[in-house]
């Protein structure tokens, strides 16, 4: 039981969540969101495309026991962490990141419940809908909602032909954004 939290194991552990969550990280960075998309190249932007990611993530290890649900909520953790860290570094005072965090936990959750039961429903104008709502929101009409609706139901699509096996042990792959 030591040698699982002090010895190789842990550093194994952190090797395959900070592997996972940098190619979370890569794929919503994705220069076709920004670039073609019409995604806000902000920090706001960034934080709705990388909790996206995160949510497509968490959506395909539902359901999972052991080491998959484990791995789950370490990459969970370890987002909140990156935005905690990311909001000090945009030069949030430490009095006021707990605020921040509490309303971004709460923007997070509330998105990943609309995006969630959208592709419950399979109601592809509700998940656009939702998208332009949460990505988008002071832009009025947003024509590329639709194509990250698609990119969203792609994600799905192959992250559910993935292997638990594979995913826990560092490997997710995000489909290729295309120009559109």
């Known amino acids: ?31 076709v969101f920004y670039s073609h998309w019409n995604v806000p190249d902000t ?12 949510f497509l ?14 791995v789950a909520q370490v990459l969970i953790d370890e987002f909140f962490l990156d935005v905690d860290h990311s909001l000090r570094e945009l030069g949030i005072g430490d009095v006021v990141v707990p605020k921040r965090m509490k309303k971004l936990a709460k923007m997070f959750y509330g998105r990943t419940a609309a ?7 399979n109601d592809r104008d509700g998940l656009t ?17 639709s194509l990250l609706a698609n990119y969203v139901t792609d994600a799905c699509n192959q992250l ?21």
């Open 129 to 145: 809908a939702a998208l332009a709502r949460n990505v988008r929101p002071d832009a009025g009409a947003w024509p590329q909602a």
């Open 1 to 31: 039981m030591f040698q699982r939290f002090f010895g190789r194991e842990r550093h194994a552990n952190r090797a395959i969540t900070e592997a996972l969550y940098a190619q979370i990280v890569a794929a919503a960075r994705q220069t």
């Open 57 to 70: 993530f968490q959506h395909r290890l539902r359901g999972e026991h052991g080491v998959a649900q484990e």
């Open 160 to 180: 559910a032909a993935q292997p638990s096996e594979s995913i826990v042990s560092g490997t997710v792959a995000f489909p290729v954004a295309n120009g559109g």
């Open 43 to 54: 920090p706001l932007g960034r934080f709705e495309m990388v909790s996206l990611h995160m």
């Open 115 to 121: 995006y969630d039961d959208a592709l419950e429903r």
